[in-house]
């Protein structure tokens, strides 16, 4: 495991229909970030996990949205009922601590709404 | 609430120039300043991490600044190749908080 993996790296929803985002950290990273990247805008932080514990869901719209990261298996971001807006770049990003090291980043999912 | 502002939003410069992208951030009280590199369709790249007891930090023909007192960083990029035409991000981590906070970006064309 050399980086940051997500899966997949494109998914296309219909409107109504769920979304499930998968992140699996580097190995030995215990800390997940989710970040949403709209078109034309910026990164925004949705959510930080650690293993089997939601940390900081600030980001997070109070609807539709959940995260979890469970003892076993990658990071889950799941939206429910999806709607255009919700078409982004998601990415996630792990590492060992919080804030003196540094995060790495997945390739991120494209997810698209028809 | 932290705000990072990025500055020029975009940068088209010949082959060989040095260049300098800059960014400043509204709360002092960070962690560190990370600057990554996003190429299109494609994920970020770490660069350079500066923690805030530093002042700057250098790899290869890349060198970042920190001046954490006055909100601002730099990122020096010398002798620019095509290679390097990339969106250049510039991010926080603030001490209050467990999150990264992201400037919008300076997209950087370097022409040969």
Redesign the interface.
């Known amino acids: 495991n050399a980086g940051v993996m997500q899966n997949p790296r494109h998914l296309v929803r219909r409107r109504g229909q769920e979304a499930r985002l998968r992140c699996s950290p580097m190995k030995g990273h215990s800390h997940v970030y989710w970040y949403r990247q709209l078109p034309e805008e910026g990164l925004k932080f949705m959510v930080y996990l650690q293993k089997e514990n939601i940390i900081d869901e600030s980001g997070m719209p109070k609807e539709r949205f959940s995260a979890e990261f469970p003892k076993e298996g990658p990071s889950i971001l799941r939206i429910q009922q999806v709607v255009r807006g919700d078409s982004a770049a998601y990415f996630c990003a792990s590492s060992p601590g919080t804030g003196v090291q540094p995060q790495h980043f997945g390739d991120g999912t494209r997810l698209s709404i028809l | 609430k932290q705000e990072v502002t990025q500055i020029p939003a975009a940068l088209s410069v010949p082959e060989g120039e040095n260049l300098v992208l800059n960014c400043s951030f509204t709360d002092s009280a960070i962690?560190?300043l990370?600057w990554?590199r996003q190429d299109p369709?494609?994920?970020?790249?770490?660069l350079l991490?500066i923690?805030s007891s530093q002042r700057e930090q250098t790899s290869g023909r890349l060198n970042a600044s920190l001046d954490k007192s006055s909100g601002r960083s730099t990122l020096y990029i010398a002798a620019s190749q095509p290679g390097d035409s990339a969106t250049y991000?510039c991010?926080v981590?603030e001490?209050s908080?467990?999150?990264?906070?992201?400037?919008?970006?300076t997209q950087l064309t370097v022409n040969p």
């Open positions: 962690y560190n990370q990554f369709g494609k994920g970020l790249t770490s991490l923690q991000l991010a981590f001490t908080g467990s999150r990264l906070t992201f400037g919008e970006g």
